[in-house]
């Protein structure tokens, strides 16, 4: 079933295991999809898995600016905004560096700021838009060691709150999905102890898939959602049961 057949769908944080599942998902529905990531190779790999039309923005989200000229050169009108992109750079706050704060916030949260601002101008003449954003459980219950990522997380929830009040009665949904520990090269690291210290924690005993993040991103992307705006679906395997 082809539901989102004529929509153009931007996923940032594309060449990540979430990213890039979130894309193919959309993709075999139908969706026109704008990859967006750092890693060239990684996207053009993805790309040439599609089916239908893909392009592809490669390009750091510290600069936002460059990132909108990108954009602006594909011609291409964006329905879905899925913003995924982040980074970590973790520390005790007493010993972050101005740098590691500055690089989480600004990609994490002001270039999400920055892209959704310069998209929704589209969404609002056509009346018509789809704005998901990925946050953390993290954003919600805090972790030591992780400041500057928790705060740009918890923005997300603030600013999905606050633009879905402004845009509803334009046909624009705007919402978040805040997973919890998902499976990725990262948590592959983790040794069989520290999985199992991990997963002890979660009532529903294993780590989370990318599916079951874009399964939440799908629904909050199809017509069926939209009733709902201004919301986080936790994904989380009941880790913190907010």
């Not at 970590?88 to 740098?99: A, F, I, K, Y």
């Not at 990318?210 to 017509?223: G, K, Q, R």
């Amino acid at each position: 079933m082809n539901e989102f057949e004529n929509k153009v769908a931007l996923i940032t944080g594309a060449s990540g295991a979430i990213g890039k599942d979130i894309a193919q998902a959309l993709s075999k529905k139908g969706a026109s999809v704008i990859l967006c990531g750092t890693r060239q190779d990684t996207l053009a790999k993805i790309a040439n898995d599609l089916n239908g039309s893909v392009s592809i923005i490669c390009e750091n989200l510290k600069n936002t600016e460059k990132f909108v000229k990108a954009l602006e050169k594909t011609n291409l009108k964006v329905d879905i905004l899925i913003n995924n992109a982040g980074v970590t750079q973790d520390n005790l706050l007493v010993r972050m560096s101005e740098g590691d704060i500055e690089d989480v916030i600004n990609v994490n949260l002001t270039s999400l700021i920055k892209i959704t601002k310069f998209l929704l101008k589209n969404m609002m003449k056509q009346k018509y838009g789809r704005i998901i954003s990925i946050s953390s459980v993290v954003g919600f219950t805090g972790n030591p060691g992780q400041t500057n990522y928790c705060a740009s997380k918890s923005g997300i929830i603030g600013f999905t709150k606050s633009l879905a009040l402004e845009v509803a009665s334009r046909g624009i949904t705007v919402n978040a999905v805040a997973p919890g520990f998902i499976t990725s090269p990262m948590t592959e690291k983790l040794n069989e102890i520290q999985r199992e210290s991990v997963t002890s924690r979660i009532p529903v005993q294993r780590l989370g898939s990318p599916s079951d993040i874009t399964n939440s991103v799908l629904f909050l992307a199809n017509e069926k959602s939209s009733y709902i705006t201004g919301n986080t679906i936790h994904v989380n395997g009941g880790l913190a049961m907010i």
